[in-house]
């Protein structure tokens, strides 16, 4: 039986005398009653039967199809349903809105979604091509705002969307642009710096929020697309409206859109080898053609920063305090380890279960998983050692890597003489060896593994000062 004869039986049914037989067998193989095994296709025949019901019991009309007590519970049990629906003046809800009600309904309880016989089911379900249902569920807001295909006139993701001013006329809306770049990472590893040293290129616009933060944590919260994209695109929409160059680009340096995750465990709360998707598969899947750049740190000396910079501790007391935090968290990630999870598991577990944030400087665990949805030519990595020691020649690169108009040398020495952004002045104690002795340890496999994924034996930090 089609959609179609399930939504005509279902309009008609307030009129009907006589319910066939075919309706009567499903009514009784009481498939209906367990909603979150069902599948989307028979989701829809669920739906179209409640109604169905909804209106028989209220007319008493057809209860010839009340052919056993078992079909008789399941009606009531659909109607009873049908009546906590929240309508404005006992209004009966349509199909499609009660339909589109427990697919979310699904997504939001993490049900298994199956029977997707066909694209224009799914479509109908994730609004969008070849994206997977588990997918959807971590950012359906992206999914359903952001286009498929940007205007081709602009190197920086840019559109106009459909709308009608007075009169069904169309009107101009106004441009909306998503981030061409991400200076995704890590935090304490001069991500500031870079930033600032970025636009100063002629070609390079700011955002008006450095560290939105939407991605990883702003979304998750009330901000929506529109308000993302209308804060932070402002300045090069208005350029391009203007029919500057169109090569020129926007980016978000958000330093926790490489690593931050926090949020994975509302969406799969049963998942024992980590979580099934991160915010990297968001974004290359709405923006595939993205630049990531990635500064890392020796991590036990980005550690060390990380904390006094939002942590404010007696001076004496501060490395003996960091010291007991360190073993703390050092102890969480071996049960972890013991509970029979692995090194990725524990690593997106344990981001917010420490009050040092010591899991940030797992990189390879991070850009393992960037790897696996991004090509190698889109992430440029550095290292905060290498960029305050040549500047002159790493800033030339990273223009080069946004496909930037090449600066003259002169210009490029100006703007790295530019003094460093957001170093943190605040007076501090050197680490306890014992600390350095642990975290070095620690670390020390995760290194490893970096070295090997970026073929450079200089991310073992082997030749760091700390």
Not at 43 to 57: G, I, P
Not at 172 to 196: E, I, N, R
Not at 365 to 381: G, H, S
């Amino acid at each position: 039986m089609s959609f179609y004869q399930i939504d005509i039986l279902t309009a008609l049914s307030g009129g009907l005398n006589v319910v066939p037989l075919y309706v009567i067998f499903l009514l009784e193989s009481g498939l209906y009653t367990f909603k979150k095994k069902i599948g989307l296709v028979n989701l829809r025949l669920y739906v179209s039967l409640k109604l169905f019901c909804f209106n028989a019991m209220q007319q008493r009309k057809n209860v010839i199809f009340v052919v056993s007590v078992g079909s008789l519970l399941l009606c009531l049990k659909l109607t009873a349903d049908l009546k906590r629906w929240p309508r404005a003046q006992n209004e009966l809800p349509t199909i499609k809105s009660l339909y589109m009600s427990e697919v979310m309904t699904f997504i939001n309880e993490g049900s298994p979604i199956t029977d997707l016989t066909n694209l224009e089911q799914k479509e109908e379900i994730i609004l969008r091509k070849n994206i997977s249902e588990s997918l959807y569920k971590l950012a359906p807001n992206v999914f359903d705002a952001v286009p498929e295909e940007f205007l081709p006139k602009f190197r920086n993701p840019c559109w106009r969307s459909q709308l009608s001013g007075e009169g069904g006329l169309m009107t101009s809306p106004p441009l909306k642009c998503l981030p061409y770049f991400f200076l995704a990472g890590m935090p304490k590893s001069g991500t500031t710096d870079v930033h600032d040293k970025l636009h100063t290129h002629p070609q390079v616009f700011r955002a008006r929020v450095k560290e939105p933060h939407w991605w990883t944590r702003k979304r998750f919260t009330g901000t929506s697309v529109l308000q993302y994209i209308g804060g932070q695109s402002i300045n090069i929409a208005k350029q391009l409206v203007k029919g500057s160059d169109p090569s020129i680009i926007m980016g978000d340096s958000s330093a926790s859109t490489f690593w931050d995750n926090i949020k994975w465990r509302q969406f799969f709360p049963q998942e024992n080898i980590g979580p099934p998707h991160v915010n990297a598969e968001v974004i290359s899947t709405v923006l595939p053609k993205s630049q990531i750049i990635v500064t890392f740190r020796d991590p036990t000396a980005r550690l060390f920063s990380d904390f006094h910079y939002f942590n404010k501790h007696d001076y004496d007391k501060g490395p003996s305090i960091f010291h007991s935090q360190v073993k703390e968290y050092l102890r969480r990630f071996k049960s972890c380890l013991a509970n029979k999870k692995d090194n990725r598991t524990c690593a997106y577990d344990l981001q917010t279960e420490s009050k040092v944030r010591a899991s940030i400087g797992l990189y390879s665990v991070y850009l393992r998983d960037w790897l696996k949805v991004f090509p190698r030519d889109q992430i440029k990595v550095i290292r905060l050692e290498d960029w305050q020691t040549n500047c002159t020649q790493m800033l030339p690169q990273l223009f080069e890597f946004l496909q930037l108009r090449k600066l003259d040398s002169t210009d490029i020495k100006k703007k790295c003489r530019r003094h460093p952004s957001n170093v943190n002045k605040r007076p501090t104690k050197q680490m306890l060896p014992e600390t350095k002795q642990l975290l070095k340890e620690f670390y020390r496999p995760f290194n490893v593994e970096l070295a090997q994924l970026l073929n450079d034996d200089k991310y073992l930090w082997e030749d760091s000062a700390l």
